[in-house]
């Protein structure tokens, strides 16, 4: 994976200016900035669905009870 440096992102940043234009370039800096903040509500949304979904399941063995049993009876014919 490349790696990205100061220098890189400099001449990024000063593309970007020329391209889009001093004027406009603040703008778009502000919708870059709220549709990055979207997906991150977004996703924290589908992590907290998903953490509601696992927690409303019940996770015990369901054969805890009929293992049980077999001790208990076990036992008894000891």
Not at 25 to 47: C, E, H, M, R
Not at 62 to 78: A, D, G, L, Q, V
């Amino acid at each position: 994976m490349p790696q990205i440096g100061w220098f890189e992102i400099v001449i990024i940043i000063i593309l970007a200016i020329l391209i889009i234009g001093p004027k406009d370039f603040p703008i778009v800096l502000k919708k870059i900035g709220k549709w990055t903040a979207s997906f991150k509500n977004y996703i924290y949304d589908v992590q907290k669905d998903i953490v509601d979904v696992e927690s409303s399941f019940d996770f015990e063995n369901p054969y805890k009870n009929e293992s049980s049993k077999i001790n208990k009876n076990n036992k008894k014919n000891e």
